[in-house]
């Protein structure tokens, strides 16, 4: 009887496990073959795909360079800039189109400032089933001193592709994932741009550690590797609003922050800087919002 019961359980487990890899299977095949294709990451690099042979000068960074430069209207020029990328994401990304792709890239433009510079921790790590491709989540996690959560988080990426994106959902019908949208004219008043450029600063503080040592660590190693390949580095500061400059201003005087060594590194490195911040002042209507 007791052999018979053993054998019974036996068989629940096995089921069970059975089910399980079958669903996971499931639910990461409708995620690569449905979603993925669908994201900005995809279609980006499938663009980037289709030129990078011809291509001689490269965009990187984050989403003001994704969403704010046109690379077809530069001759050679492509933009493979990505949402969320700060400088340890566009090192691990560029190290691995210069060596692994072996392409004639002449010059890199960057942005520099605000979240260019960001270092985040392994629960704040952006896409993961995409980034896993670059990064080399073990040595990040032992800069972090965070290993064992990031080799976590390469594993999600890995067998649960789809589990950020059904977290990320939960917690926008939670209201707990971003701020409240507000475009630049739903603020009413100057007090009031000034108060919710600050509240996303804030907000954006709290999921990011923004001029460290270890985002101070890849900028030198993007820079070094762009000067042994002898490629040209521009590094440009984009523009935003001045609500949002002040914001971090306030914020940064407030948390003892300064990007100077940043600057630095860029300057002695002979990087050109282009500070762009302020060119839009003027025409404030043009913003979709405070940032």
């Not at 009887?1 to 996971?24: C, D, G, Q, R, Y």
């Not at 939670?174 to 907000?203: I, R």
């Not at 300057?267 to 282009?274: D, G, I």
Request: hydrophobic share 35%; proline share 3%; glycine share 4%.
């Amino acid at each position: 009887m007791e052999k018979s019961n053993n054998i019974a359980i036996v068989k629940k487990v096995i089921l069970f496990l059975v089910l399980t890899i079958t669903i996971n299977g499931l639910l990461s095949w409708f995620y690569f073959s449905k979603i993925t294709p669908r994201t900005k990451y995809n279609q980006t690099e499938q663009k980037f795909e289709s030129k990078k042979t011809a291509t001689r000068t490269l965009f990187l960074g984050h989403s003001r360079c994704a969403n704010g430069i046109d690379a077809d209207q530069i001759n050679g020029a492509s933009n493979f800039a990505s949402f969320g990328e700060n400088n340890i994401y566009t090192y691990y990304k560029f190290r691995e189109i210069i060596e692994d792709l072996n392409l004639n890239i002449t010059r890199v433009i960057i942005p520099y400032g605000f979240s260019s510079f960001v270092s985040f921790t392994s629960p704040a790590v952006v896409d993961q089933s995409y980034w896993n491709r670059y990064i080399d989540y073990a040595e990040l996690g032992q800069m972090h001193n965070q290993s064992a959560d990031y080799f976590s988080t390469y594993l999600q990426s890995v067998f649960i592709p789809y589990a950020r994106s059904i977290k990320l959902l939960i917690n926008k019908r939670t209201t707990l994932f971003s701020p409240p949208k507000m475009t630049l004219s739903e603020c009413s008043t100057n007090q009031g741009k000034h108060t919710y450029a600050e509240a996303t600063v804030a907000y954006n503080l709290t999921f990011r550690n923004y001029y460290d040592e270890i985002s101070l660590e890849y900028l030198q190693r993007f820079l070094a590797l762009c000067a042994i390949k002898n490629i040209e580095v521009i590094a440009i500061k984009y523009p935003v609003t001045k609500y949002y400059r002040e914001g971090y201003k306030k914020e940064m005087a407030r948390s003892n922050l300064s990007e100077q060594p940043f600057i630095l590194a860029l300057q002695a490195s002979q990087a050109t800087l282009w500070n762009e911040e302020s060119i839009f002042d003027s025409e404030e209507q043009n913003y979709k919002d405070t940032h």
